[in-house]
């Protein structure tokens, strides 16, 4: 008979062992990632199956290491009580391997199917994704090193001897292999070890999960853009619009400017895609997430930016049919369809495209493929592809826009409404009926728009169903408050105001309501029942009420002493409220005064348009005695060319030197391109 082994050199067996299974584990991940940047990983369900193989690697390693310690404990029990049990190998060995690959298997599971609504609870209570793996990674290999400690100490004291009273050491005493009994230095120097592969495989989980993973916010010099095609061109030939060479003097100048203006903002698409904002040289691009999280090259906004702005060339196609117009807005259009959910038709505030032009499915930073209506996202996407289907008749344009449209009627809320995004949980604030941020308007004016351009009756009956969704929850929540029985608040949950976020409370909404108004308003115009009418003289009294109106001693507006509004009205009292958005967790939720300081990125206080909205209803009601016919040719009726020119003229001297249109901060801004271009379009369309 052979002598027995050495215990350090059997350890080292079973330590390289188990080594060299993490290892392939790792090594399977690395490769996948390495080879599947976008053909594989586009697929949500292996993108979430691959985060919780990434979070796995350091438990299952874990579950191998305190195995191989159990057979070594084991083992050397049987050195001092050599006949082992007759079933022991069972349970020492086969119990255990297969209580730890059902444990992996359940894991995997759970992450593949349950890790999406797992990040989105941590995003919204500011966790990032990877500080949770880390901290779960972390939290596991605690657990098995105490498992591991407990488990040598029982050998040391003989409490297993009461559950099995024979060890597994048959198994490998087959092959021959001795370790002599276990010793307290052993079970110290096990401990160590034991630590070691702990801390190593937690920081192996780390960094294959930082390596493999797409990264969410950009770190480097963005840079512009070539430009799309040449100036020269344009400007030296002949355009497709004849009568706009024969322009000259002032007009030339205008023609001129929406020329370069348009040339120059193609330097800031990327991919096909443009940004909310960007810096004057180029290094950084923004969207709504600011500048604590960058945009990628390839990557662009879609809340505003990319719609917004391909819009003009749009627009600019229609004054000047030169194709190189509708080449920036079909590769726009280009960009929004392949970042276009995959699994609903949704978009997100952001796409990000592959350098192989391939989209990111989800993006990175919306792991539960939600649907965005809030600040006019998913509208403004979808309205921009029935654009371009109008102008260009591609049914592509076409069909992914009623894939789009088709994921709103299933999120569409029984009795009418949308949620504020989807794939969130009942009782999550995203999930209510929202007005706000012309959530629900911004809506009801692509169904109008769906049903003008593709002629689907399905489309206005939906805005009808919000138009009844407004009749019936107007006034909901005022108490003994009889004036605001005519308001309407920002978000509702079972038809009454409800909680959004910390900072904003129920309550009624000076916006939401003159909104609410201009909703059915129109909607009284398309359909002619005047049951849309009845509910807005309540509204427009409250509005207008001593209480509600309050004096600009802000400098809010340029008129000092001007009436304006506040966002929000306590419920009962009228109170306005500013939310205390500042520090959220102070515990103090809102207050009764207004100090600019405290808008802090959200607006409290201001006109808010909501004077047009007024005026324009005055002039349907007390002018036109309610008469479609002559309301809507007033309201259409074309500005004088004059007032035009005066617009145009405005537009082109705000440009700054670079030739971009800035922003109040200095920034390439996307609304302020489109607001000046677009002036600037709306005139030569008038005289040419």
Request: negative net charge; contains cysteine.
């Amino acid at each position: 008979m052979k002598s027995p082994s050495k215990p350090g050199r059997s350890l080292a067996t079973l330590a390289v062992l188990d080594i060299a299974m993490a290892s392939i584990l790792v090594g399977v991940v690395v490769v996948v990632a390495v080879l599947v940047d976008g053909p594989l990983l586009v697929a949500p369900s292996y993108q979430q199956a691959f985060k919780g193989l990434c979070c796995l690697i350091g438990a299952t390693s874990g579950g191998l290491y305190v195995h191989a310690f159990a057979l070594i404990g084991d083992i050397s029990r049987d050195q001092a009580d050599p006949q082992p049990g007759k079933h022991a190998w069972i349970w020492q060995g086969l119990v255990p391997v297969a209580f730890y690959s059902a444990l992996s298997i359940a894991s995997l599971v759970f992450f593949s199917t349950s890790a999406a609504s797992f990040e989105s609870l941590l995003q919204e209570i500011g966790v990032e994704f990877m500080n949770a793996a880390v901290f779960l990674s972390i939290a596991t290999f605690a657990i098995i090193y105490i498992m591991i400690v407990l488990h040598l100490d029982a050998l040391r004291r003989g409490i297993l001897r009461r559950v099995a009273k024979k060890g597994s050491g048959q198994v490998l005493a087959s092959r021959r292999w001795r370790i002599p009994a276990i010793t307290r230095r052993g079970i110290g120097q096990f401990q160590a070890v034991a630590m070691l592969f702990a801390i190593s495989g937690t920081v192996i989980t780390y960094g294959v999960t930082v390596l493999t993973l797409p990264q969410k916010c950009f770190t480097d010099f963005h840079g512009f853009s070539t430009p799309a095609y040449h100036l020269a061109a344009i400007q030296a030939g002949a355009r497709a619009n004849a009568a706009l060479d024969a322009l000259v003097g002032d007009n030339r100048s205008l023609l001129e400017t929406i020329e370069h203006a348009l040339w120059l903002m193609t330097t800031t698409q990327s991919q096909g895609g443009f940004p909310l904002e960007a810096l004057l040289d180029g290094s950084e691009f923004y969207s709504d997430r600011g500048v604590g999280c960058l945009l990628h090259p390839g990557e662009f906004s879609i809340q505003g930016g990319t719609p917004l702005i391909a819009g003009v060339y749009l627009s600019m196609y229609q004054l000047d049919p030169n194709p190189v117009y509708l080449q920036v807005a079909a590769a726009a259009a280009r960009a929004l369809m392949a970042v276009q959910d995959e699994g609903n038709g949704g978009f997100y505030y952001d796409g990000r495209l592959h350098p192989d032009g391939k989209g990111y499915q989800p993006h990175p930073r919306n792991p539960i493929h939600s649907a965005v209506f809030d600040d006019n996202t998913m509208q403004s996407a979808l309205a921009f592809l029935l654009d371009m289907y109008s102008v260009t008749g591609n049914v592509t344009y076409r069909d992914a826009a009623v894939r789009g449209l088709d994921y709103a009627f299933q999120l569409e809320k029984p009795g009418g409404g949308w949620p504020q995004r989807s794939n969130y949980g009942p009782d999550e604030y995203q999930s209510y009926i929202t007005l706000n941020d012309d959530c629900m308007r911004d809506i009801v004016n692509l169904m109008f728009k769906a049903h003008d351009i593709l002629g689907d009756a399905r489309y206005m009956q939906a805005a009808e169903r919000a138009g009844q969704f407004l009749l019936r929850v107007q006034g909901n929540g005022h108490g003994l408050n009889v004036k605001q029985s005519g308001a309407w608040a920002q978000q509702y949950k079972d038809d009454q105001p409800a909680w959004a976020r910390r900072f904003e409370p129920p309550a009624m909404c000076s916006i939401d309501t003159a909104h609410a108004i201009d909703v059915l308003v129109d909607l009284y115009l398309r359909t002619g029942n005047d049951t849309y009418l009845a509910p807005i003289p309540a509204a427009v009294e409250w509005l207008t009420d001593s209480n509600t109106t309050i004096v600009d001693a802000w400098g809010v507006t340029s008129i000092p002493g001007d009436f304006i509004w506040a966002r929000l009205y306590e419920l009962g009292s009228n109170r306005l409220i500013v939310g205390n958005r500042n520090n959220q967790g102070n515990g103090v939720v809102y207050y009764h005064d207004y100090i600019p300081s405290r808008d802090y990125g959200y607006s409290w206080a201001g006109n808010y348009g909501i004077n047009g909205t007024l005026d324009r209803y005055d002039y349907l009601v007390h002018v036109c005695g309610n008469n479609i016919t002559q309301y809507i040719a007033w309201r259409d009726a074309p500005p004088s060319v004059p007032s035009l020119f005066s617009d145009a003229m405005q537009a082109s001297s705000t440009r700054h030197s670079s030739g971009f249109w800035l922003d109040s901060e200095g920034k390439i801004d996307d609304e302020q391109f489109s607001w000046n271009a677009m002036r600037i379009i709306t005139y030569l369309n008038a005289i040419a």
